[in-house]
């Protein structure tokens, strides 16, 4: 059972655009959603993250816009550029017994045109 | 500084073989984890370790054994390897508890021929 849903699978996005990527989760339990970013022979890095008790969270062009009814959060990057172009994965966790572990979205990819 | 490392970056070893990646934390983290990546870059926990002991372990064939000699350090050792162990495999570690912002190695890709 996938607990994460992330689309779409691949984007292709002009400079200057706005990328969007979707996530849905179905644990009502998740606290805690990250957006990491992955380039090409690197491990995947902290983009921006939010907790339920907001609906939004803005650093710099990137974007969480987050509806707890819907269990549905998505990343929004403005002005996108070429060197955005790299695998984007949601996430979610919860906090149990004193720890906690991620998971993922199958992860987009993100290609910015120049 | 690296602040999380892990090696070799690439390891490529035939059917059988028994192999080791290593990982080592400089952030003074209480928990660690093993992900596998596969080659639709899909990113799946194997094992988690706070404070040395072992907390998860996803449904991972008992031929991967992680080894936690001190809350700085987790190994994977990997038996009798086999085609479909090929992947990258992923160190990172958190903070713990409420705290589950992780920060990811550089990854070791495994090829097994």
């Known amino acids: 059972q996938q607990q994460v849903k992330q689309s779409p699978q691949s984007l292709i996005v002009q400079k200057g655009g706005i990328s969007i990527i979707n996530c849905a989760y179905e644990?009502?339990?998740?606290?805690?959603f990250p957006w990491y970013q992955q380039f090409p022979g690197k491990g995947p890095a902290l983009l921006i993250a939010?907790?339920?008790?907001?609906s939004e969270k803005k650093e710099g062009r990137f974007t969480i816009s987050f509806n707890k009814s819907a269990k549905q959060f998505s990343l929004h990057i403005m002005d996108s550029q070429p060197g955005d172009s790299a695998t984007y994965f949601c996430?979610?966790?919860?906090?149990?017994?004193?720890?906690?572990?991620?998971?993922f979205g199958k992860g987009t990819m993100l290609l910015v045109s120049p | 500084d690296t602040a999380v490392s892990q090696t070799p970056k690439y390891l490529v070893t035939q059917m059988g073989n028994d192999k080791s990646i290593k990982c080592e934390q400089n952030?003074?983290?209480?928990?660690m984890y093993w992900y596998k990546q596969d080659s639709k870059k899909f990113l799946k926990i194997m094992f988690s370790?706070?404070?040395?002991?072992?907390?998860i372990n996803e449904t991972v064939p008992n031929r991967f054994s992680p080894k936690s000699p001190d809350k700085a350090h987790l190994n994977l050792h990997i038996n009798s390897l086999e085609l479909g162990d090929s992947a990258v495999y992923f160190c990172?570690?958190?903070?713990?508890?409420?705290?589950?912002?992780?920060?990811f190695g550089q990854g070791t890709r495994l090829t097994v021929v």
């Open positions: 952030l003074g983290h209480d928990t």
């Open positions: 939010i907790r339920p008790d907001v």
């Open positions: 990172a570690s958190s903070p713990g508890g409420w705290k589950t912002e992780a920060f």
């Open positions: 370790y706070n404070n040395k002991e072992l907390i």
């Open positions: 644990n009502t339990a998740f606290d805690y």
């Open positions: 996430a979610a966790s919860m906090v149990n017994s004193g720890y906690s572990t991620l998971t």
